[in-house]
């Protein structure tokens, strides 16, 4: 069973433009979330992350935003930079668990 | 954060025979992880590895297949043993760490390949 989707696997932008990309999941006992970022032979580094308290967290050109009520998570990435092409995991933690999404893999096209 | 160092990047083997991965911390950490990411797939855990006690194996995976060893808290292998070509897929490590317990670092992943 997926606790974690993401439902777009890839998703093209134009350079400068703002990329959007999705995460729902199922389990309301998730008090913490973050968005990985990933390489073509690296592994997974992480971005940003937010808990369950807030509803939005910035750090400069990323910006996570978390809507309980919907179990939706999403991650804004504005402006996008043709380096921003990569594949985005969003995971999900409760306790020592974590759940990751399946990624979705962003173009930024220049 | 951590940084976690894991080899071999990659390799290619014949089915039935082992290859032992390892992954070295800069820090001390009480949890390591290990992953499976196979093609378009999400990244799935194969078990936790808490120094002193025996690793704790998820669904689906078992101590015979995927030896852990976690000799003390910098340092961790998993051995795919009896390999298969189902075997090939890129294989992770992990912790929590870095002051937050929350966040996984990852090392960057061996491709494994079993023909």
């Known amino acids: 069973d997926q606790q974690v989707k993401q439902n777009s696997p890839s998703l093209s932008v134009q350079e400068g433009r703002i990329s959007i990309l999705n995460c729902d999941y199922t389990?309301?006992?998730?008090?913490?979330f973050l968005w990985y970022k990933k390489y073509p032979a690296e592994g997974p580094t992480f971005l940003i992350s937010?808990?369950?308290?807030?509803d939005k967290n910035e750090d400069g050109r990323f910006t996570v935003f978390l809507n309980k009520s919907a179990k939706h998570l999403s991650l804004h990435i504005v402006p996008s930079q043709p380096g921003d092409s990569a594949v985005y995991f969003c995971?999900?933690?409760?306790?020592?668990?974590?759940?990751f999404g399946t990624g979705t893999s962003l173009t930024v096209i220049p | 954060s951590a940084v976690i160092s894991q080899k071999p990047s990659r390799d290619i083997c014949q089915r039935g025979t082992s290859l032992t991965i390892q992954c070295q911390v800069d820090?001390?950490?009480?949890?390591m992880f290990w992953y499976r990411q196979q093609p378009g797939q999400s990244l799935t855990l194969i078990a936790t590895?808490?120094?002193?006690?025996?690793?704790?194996?998820e669904s689906g995976f078992v101590i015979d297949k995927f030896p852990i060893s976690r000799p003390n808290l910098t340092f961790s292998t998993l051995t795919v043993s009896n390999m298969s070509p189902e075997d090939s897929s890129i294989y992770l490590c992990?912790?929590?760490?870095?002051?937050?317990?929350?966040?996984?670092?990852f090392g960057a992943g061996t491709r494994l390949s079993v023909l």
């Open positions: 590895a808490n120094q002193g006690s025996e690793a704790t194996y």
């Open positions: 937010i808990s369950s308290i807030k």
């Open positions: 820090s001390q950490v009480t949890m």
């Open positions: 992990s912790v929590v760490g870095g002051g937050s317990k929350n966040i996984q670092y």
């Open positions: 389990n309301s006992m998730f008090d913490y």
């Open positions: 995971a999900a933690s409760g306790g020592n668990q974590f759940y």
